[in-house]
């Protein structure tokens, strides 16, 4: 099959998503090499009081061996210095739990606790980069704490600390491995974990009707105004507007974009039936954003039809905007949906249409209405590979038979260049921005 790469965006939700987990996975790395040095360090200085030589060399010769894995993460090497790190502390672990750290009548042994750190540690570290080796760490660490969890492990050849000084360290072994693994956990939930303080905000900001939405207005090759595209903005009670840049990737990683869309889709319609009483507005068709996740919820259409048959809304004034990101999976899902919809009236368009893959197979078999022309191709007009671009991919829709819009129009120079090229419909600051629906209604709808 034929697959034609336009652009490839990195600031679309899809990559950003991933590229933000990929930071948080090495911010966590980052953060875990310094705390072993520092807890390693703190012991070395305790056995050093203690005069416990062995131990001195032992502790000190792990706390290079960590030095060095922090300082390699520093240098852009941070899944190397981070196993180096965890094979040194398992070890370390296991030999300080056979021969110093003996359980008796006195005192327990705790020092395998720190193995659920290197686990944890191991885990993040096994999502940045999956090896075996890391995997191997992570299960070494996990039986270790089973297993002197459960046994006592006494061997003759141990040379235990004296039982005063066991009853002292046992506890702050104990007090310190679970701090810093609660820690560790507390930083995994906020960096990686879907509940975060805003995602958490964000689950209850349908009910207490925080989000709002805004208007562009869309506009014919003569400036008449043909529709609007709704635009999701959510008024945070303590940071003000929230841009969807900083929500939106979080409500799609938490799994809420099916909730915060379907909300977009119901005021949408909402907005739509009022149009619909007024001769001036009738006419006007809403464009709405629609998710991955939204789209292929099993009853989005039944969902969709009965919005419209309850607000009296004709399936006409409706059209929904896909991403080509939709295409990486369940193509022929995706192309039964939109004939269905399409047959109901509902106008289908693919929008930012060259920043994702797209293949002109699945295009040609998809009933669109319309391709939106992502703005960063209307900005690269004024170079002349830009302007090639642009009429190339004019071209391909008109091709298909589709309306082309060209989304981003700031100049009358871009304008004027996107009307050679055989757009119908603009839409950008040149002609208003997204504001809200009273704003909208007063400015362009009076």
Known sequence: MWRVTLFKSPSTNHYLTQKQHFQHLQFVCRIALPVGVAVSGAWLAVFALMQHWPLVVIEGLLCAIIFAGWAAAKRGHISSGMLVSQVACVLFIICFSLLFDVPDDSAPRVSHIYLLIIALAGFVNLQLDPTRLQL?????????????????????????????????????????????????????????????????????????????????????????????EALLRWKHPRLGYVAP???????????????????????????????????????????????????????????????????????????????????????????????VLKDKGIGIALDDFGTGYSSLSYLRQLPLQQLKIDRSFVRATTTERGALMARNICQMGHDLGLDILAEGIETEEQLRFMTECGCSAFQGYYFGRPIALEAFETRFLA
């Open 136 to 228: 191997g760490i992570i299960i070494t660490s996990i039986l270790g704490f089973i297993l002197f969890s459960a046994s006592p492990m006494r061997f003759g050849f141990a040379t235990p600390l004296p039982d005063e000084i066991r009853t002292i360290t046992a506890w702050a072994h104990a007090a310190i491995a679970s701090a810093v693994l609660c820690g560790g956990i507390l930083l995994l939930q906020r960096k990686l974990g879907p509940d975060s303080r805003l995602v958490r905000e964000l689950r209850t900001a349908v009910a207490k009707e925080q989000l709002e939405l805004f208007f562009q207005p869309q506009v014919d090759r003569s400036g008449r105004l043909i529709g609007a």
């Open 245 to 339: 840049d900083n929500f939106i990737p979080l409500a799609e990683r938490a799994g809420l974009m099916p909730e915060v869309g379907g909300w977009v889709l119901s005021k949408g319609i909402e907005t739509l039936s009022k149009w619909g009483t007024k001769d001036e507005t009738k006419d006007i068709v809403l464009a709405i954003n629609v998710s991955p996740d939204q789209f292929f919820q099993e009853n989005f259409v039944a969902n969709v039809m009965s919005a419209l048959e309850a607000c009296a809304v004709a399936p006409g004034s409706l059209k929904l905007e896909l991403t080509e990101t939709m295409f990486v999976s369940e193509v022929n899902e995706l192309i039964d949906k939109i004939k």
